[in-house]
């Protein structure tokens, strides 16, 4: 059923099937004893927070992770009840009011945890302790330390310690050398730790592909879930096929001839060198279709056509390979019959990576949710 309407010709199409295929794919290969966190974080790495989190949770995913308590707080307002964890810093002061949400916080000093408790009155906190095993940002990195920690919040009334973790820095490549550091050194720190009924987590969705036996009892399942490879490199490695999620379609509004000479967009920079038909897309760099971009194809009527032109804020034009009716669908990111524009393509014109594709797809984008090759939901956050 559709919930909200849109009033543009742009908008993303996410399938929800794909993506709980993801993760009753990866829940197979991990087994029924190893529980899956679905990263949520950065509006479900721009496919939208509570859609993604209810269909995963529905998958079979027992919990979700963001990077900050905002998202936590936002996936409750949706109504989500399941397990939250913030991947990212929280600041003490707000510990009661994750507690009151019942959002657990990772924690990686002793110092916060002490400020925190003494904000937190009547409410108790769940936390999960973060190692730095190499990747440098956040964590325990050393064993004395990692080690009166534990004592210390597993003495603390107001605390409950739900789960210890890392992140992996290279498990995304090929040349294990580093990973295999990472996950020996995880397990060092995890000894002597009275870990039995916490949740034990270093695998993202690199480690969960590829090594099943750093699963421990939980998974981090991020890129992956939405259909796309932590690299390129790895795509060789994968268990089972990923089935990409997100889509990207436009619509043109306006055909017209260009003669022999003249010019389009800004700077003037394409010339047309004969006559030819040209069409404006409603779609720019405000929606995340940067100036980069400047060059690539789109798909029209199953065929590719390029972009021309310096891509603008809000619109983009293309060439037509010859008149064609206004109103005609465009895909930027997806399929249109047998041809295929995936959004790794992207990435690498964009020379980046498919998160940053997904990622950077602005708030004004309606997002359409498909189910069953059906229209479930629209988000529309401009008029939501």
Request: aromatic share 8%; charged share 25%; glycine share 8%.
């Given at each position: ?32 004893k ?9 509006n ?12 995963a ?58 400020e ?83 949740l ?10 590829r ?26 490695e ?7 999620a ?23 920079t394409?010339?047309?060198e ?11 760099y ?10 690539s ?5 199953g ?16 060439r037509?390979?010859g ?30 990576i ?12 309606p ?8 229209i ?9």
């Open positions: 059923m559709i919930e909200e309407p849109f009033y543009r010709d742009t908008w993303a199409e996410i399938n929800l099937d794909a993506i709980q295929n993801n993760v009753r794919n990866m829940k197979k290969l991990s087994g029924e190893v529980k899956i966190i679905a990263v949520v974080k950065a479900a790495y721009g496919h939208g927070y509570a859609e993604v989190a209810e269909a949770l529905a998958a079979g995913a027992e919990s979700l992770a963001v990077a900050f308590l905002d998202e936590g707080l936002y996936l409750r307002s949706a109504g989500i009840k399941a397990p939250i964890l913030v991947l990212g810093a929280a600041r003490a002061g707000d510990a009661a009011l994750a507690a009151e949400h019942q959002i657990a916080l990772t924690v990686f000093s002793e110092e916060w945890l002490k925190a408790a003494s904000h937190l009155h009547d409410k108790k906190l769940s936390i999960h302790i973060k190692l730095d095993t190499g990747m440098g940002r956040l964590g325990f990195t050393e064993k004395d330390a990692l080690d009166r920690f534990a004592a210390y919040a597993a003495s603390a009334e107001k605390v409950e310690i739900k789960g210890i973790y890392t992140h992996f820095a290279t498990a995304d490549e090929l040349d294990t050398g580093y990973f295999e550091k990472q996950a020996a050194r995880f397990e060092e720190l995890l000894e002597g730790l009275p870990a039995e009924n916490w034990v987590h270093c695998a993202n969705s690199a480690a969960g592909l090594f099943p036996a750093k699963h421990f009892n939980a998974v981090r399942l991020g890129i992956s879930m939405y259909g796309l490879s932590p690299s390129a490199e790895m795509k060789s994968l268990p089972f096929p990923l089935e990409e997100l889509s990207l379609h436009t619509r043109i509004v306006q055909v017209k001839k260009l003669k022999k000479g003249e010019s389009v967009s800004y700077g003037a394409f010339t047309a004969e006559d030819m038909w040209a069409g404006t897309l409603p779609v720019g405000a929606d995340g279709w940067i100036r980069k971009l400047k060059g194809e789109v798909l029209l009527n065929e590719r056509v390029p972009i021309i032109g310096r891509i603008c804020m809000d619109q983009c034009l293309i037509l390979p008149e064609v009716k206004t109103g005609e669908k465009v895909t930027l990111i997806g399929r249109q019959g047998e041809a295929f524009i995936p959004v790794d393509e992207i990435a690498e014109r964009l020379e980046t498919n998160y940053e594709v997904t990622c950077m797809m602005a708030a004004r984008v997002r359409m949710y498909l189910k069953n090759g059906s479930m939901k629209v988000k529309n956050y401009l008029l939501s």
